[in-house]
């Protein structure tokens, strides 16, 4: 690991590095845990950024401070006590840019926040607690002050672009698996219409934009040990977008029984106490702001962003896994039919999702 010590010390570090090992499970960067040998001085989360996803590296680390500095102040308005561990912190190059460059890779610190967990999937009343958060995350970004953020992967939820870049790999070919998907192409591409509803109503002027996390899958919430949300991370992919989004890709996720490429389809399906619990706390904080439409349409959102993964994984299945991290050579296409298995269980739940929130 010397070589990852050493691009730490690139960066404004208080106390004396002693570790540094690779941690957190996400398909895009690599992350690190750097640890300093005292308690009294913190630990820190050293990631290369894959530079091919986000080109514009002086974009997305801008943003990363809009962000947490936007979150910062709107948690000090509300009389936070434990704002550190509540946002994330960016630590500049010791030249004081937001990121490092060694001639080939680019890197960048935040803090690493203290006694906190992470999951893979949702109980009841975590799900509660997140719904909470995602609410009042999603009302911070409302008011005058907001900061204007530019978009790190344009398009990157819209699901006409998404079903347009499945089109080109399907016609591409590229490394000659189309033959063997075939039937999953065709029942994917069965549901195009359905699914990009959501930007036919935001032409039309009926469903809002607002800033959005983009990537809100389970695993990306620091919680405390008793299961209080502490932290949203994972923020490059900030941006205005649908607030279904950030509903539907945490159902994805912490609302599956199953992993996100689960093998055994057996387990895979939708947890309706964490929908349900997950709702709750949602509207709860969002409710002021959601309009009818928008809250209409969360179980609109689960399906959306579960048929968007499993194209998203399909068209890089197609396309010779050049996007997200695999462990093995068919890993994309597991994916891609445990995803469908799960949207395959939220249809079979539509009316009892819609009767819940018409409930509340
Ligand atoms: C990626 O970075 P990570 O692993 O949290 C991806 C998400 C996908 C997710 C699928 C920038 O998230 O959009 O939903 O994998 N992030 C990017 O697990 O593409
Ligand atoms: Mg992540």
């Known amino acids: ?9 690139k960066f404004d570090l208080t106390g004396n590095v002693v570790d540094a090992k690779p941690c957190g499970s996400g398909l895009i960067n690599d992350t690190y845990l750097i640890t300093t040998e005292s308690d009294e001085t913190p630990n820190y989360i050293l990631q290369r950024i894959n530079h091919s996803i986000f080109t514009d590296v002086d974009l997305l680390q801008e943003n990363m401070l809009k962000i947490t500095n936007h979150i ?45 967990v992470t999951h893979e999937q949702g109980t009841p009343e975590m799900a509660y607690r997140t719904g909470r958060a995602f609410g009042e995350f999603h009302a911070y970004f409302i008011g005058d002050d907001v900061p204007v953020l530019g978009e790190t992967i344009p398009d990157f939820h819209n699901m006409s672009a998404r079903l347009r870049q499945l089109d080109e790999a399907i016609k591409a070919d590229k490394v000659g698996r189309l033959a063997k998907v075939q039937p999953l192409v065709d029942k994917m591409l069965a549901r195009a ?31 405390d040990k008793d299961d209080n949300v502490l932290c949203v991370i994972d923020l490059d992919t900030t941006m205005p977008g649908f607030v ?25 399906g939708v947890n309706m106490e964490v929908f349900r ?31 968007m993964t499993a194209v998203r ?12 991290k695999i ?17 395959k269980s939220f249809d079979e739940h539509t009316e009892e999702m819609d009767a819940y929130i018409a409930s509340l």
Request: glycine letters at 6%; charged letters at 30%.
């Open 1 to 9: 690991m010397a070589n990852i010590i050493e691009i730490a010390s």
């Open 72 to 116: 910062r102040k709107r948690l000090k308005e509300a009389g936070a006590s434990d704002i550190d561990r509540r946002t994330l912190t960016v630590i500049p190059a010791k030249d004081g840019k937001l990121y490092y460059f060694d001639g080939e890779s680019y890197w960048r610190v935040t803090i690493a926040i203290r006694d906190c």
């Open 193 to 223: 219409e359905e699914m990009t509803a959501a930007e036919r109503l935001y032409a039309e002027g009926k469903l809002p934009k607002r800033i959005s996390h983009c990537d809100t899958k389970v695993n990306n919430i620091l919680f």
């Open 244 to 268: 279904l989004s950030d509903f539907g890709d945490f159902m994805r996720t912490a609302g599956n029984t199953g992993a996100e490429d689960d093998p055994d389809l057996s387990r895979v």
């Open 277 to 307: 619990a997950f709702t709750k706390g949602y509207i709860e904080t969002a409710a002021p702001m959601l309009t009818d439409i928008e809250k209409k349409m969360l179980p609109f959102g689960a399906k959306l962003l579960t048929y």
């Open 313 to 324: 994984f399909l068209t890089d299945y197609l396309k010779g896994d050049v996007y997200f």
């Open 327 to 343: 462990q093995h050579p068919e890993h994309n296409l597991q994916r891609t039919i445990a995803q469908l298995e799960l949207l």
